[in-house]
C-alpha cells in the first residue's frame, strides 16, 4: 500500500501478485503480462499510459491503485566524469540519494537500500544521521527508473552500494532484485546485479539459501577480528570466524566469485600483518579485493596517505597471490563517492 494514498502500488507488484489481482477484478490473466511490461519496459508512470486498456479498465483500477513515483530533489553533475548523484524525494519527504556511472562497458546505478543505516562504521556518512526506515520495492526500483526516465538512457550495471544495508532490508531487496531481473520487464541480468553487506552472517545464509546468483561484495576493511569491531560494530555480532565459514558455504553452493571491499586506512589497516590476515581469510575461497581509497567524509579525518599507499599496499597482497584491483573513482566533486551518500539534504543547501 502507498503510505500517502493508501492506494495498491501497482510497480511494487510481482506478476504472479499482478495476475492474482486481475483475476479478482474478473478480468483475464494476460492482462498482468501487459501492464507488467508496461510499468519495467516503458517505464509508465500513470494508469492513463497504459495504452493497451480501455478506459474504463484504467479508470476502475485507478480507483484504488496507482504508482509510487520519486521526484527528484537535485541532481549534481560531476565536473570530473559522467557521474552524476540524484537526491531523490520519498513521499514521506525523506531523501534518499543514488548515484549513475559510466564506464565503456555498461550503464551503472549504484542505488539505496534504506533511509540513513544502523550499521554504524566510523568512516561512513551514511550512518551519521542515524537509521529512519527501510525502502520499499517499489522505492527500490524507481530509483533506476526516475534516472533512466530523467537520462533517457538504460540502465545495465545495478550496485546495491548506496546507503543502508541491502540485509537488513532482506525481504524487499530479494523482492526487488527477482522483480528488476524478471524476463517480462526491465530484464537486468542478475550477474549485473551486486549486494554489498557489512558482513551480516544471516544475509549470506539467505541468500546462500535463495541460489540467487546475484554478485555479494563484503566489506571487510579489517581482517583482525578486534581492530574491525573497533572501526565497525557490526562486526561484533558478525565476527570473522564465522563470516568466513558463511562465505565457504556460500561457495561451496552458488560456485561465485566474491569480492572483498577494503577503504585502505593508511596506517591503520595496511600493514604486512593485515596483508597475512587477508590472505588467511581468503584461503580456500575464490576471493577478488578491491581496494578503496578513502573518501572524505567531514565526520572521520583521517591521514589519507600519499599516492604511494595503494600501490604499495596492492603489490604487497600480489605477492601474497591475491587478486586486487583498485577502485576508481567517480564523482568526487559532488560527494558522489563510496561512503559519502547520506540522507541529510541540509548537507547541500549551505
Ligand atoms: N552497507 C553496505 C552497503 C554500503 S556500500 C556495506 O557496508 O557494504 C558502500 C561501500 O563504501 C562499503 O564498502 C563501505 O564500507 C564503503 N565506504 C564507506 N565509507 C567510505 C569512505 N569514507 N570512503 C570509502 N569507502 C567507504
Redesign the pocket.
Known sequence: MCAMSNKLELNGMTLQELENLFLSLDEKKFRAKQLFGFIHKNLVTNLQDVTVFSKELRESLAQFADFYTLEIEKRLDSKLDATKKYLLRLKDGNIIEAVYMESYANNTI?IS?QVG?R?G?E????TKNGFIRNLSVAELLEQIYTVERDLDKRIDNI??????????NYTNVMKFIRLINHEDGHNTGIRNITV????IISGIKKLTDSKLQVNL???L?NPIQEEREQI?PIAKANPLSELREALKEYQRTLNRRISF???VLPGENDSMEHVKGIRNLAQGLDVHLNL??????AE?QRARGDERSIPTFKEKLERFGLAVTVRRKQGIDIEA?????RNKYEAYTR
Open positions: 549504484c537500500t543505516c550499521m562504521c568512516f561512513c556518512a551514511s550496485v546495491l552500494m548506496g546507503i543502508g544495508e541491502p540485509f537488513d554489498s553487506t557489512s558482513g561484495a563484503i566489506s576493511h565497525m571491499e577494503y577503504v578503496i581509497p578513502l573518501n572524505p567524509i572521520y563517492a563510496c561512503g559519502q551518500l
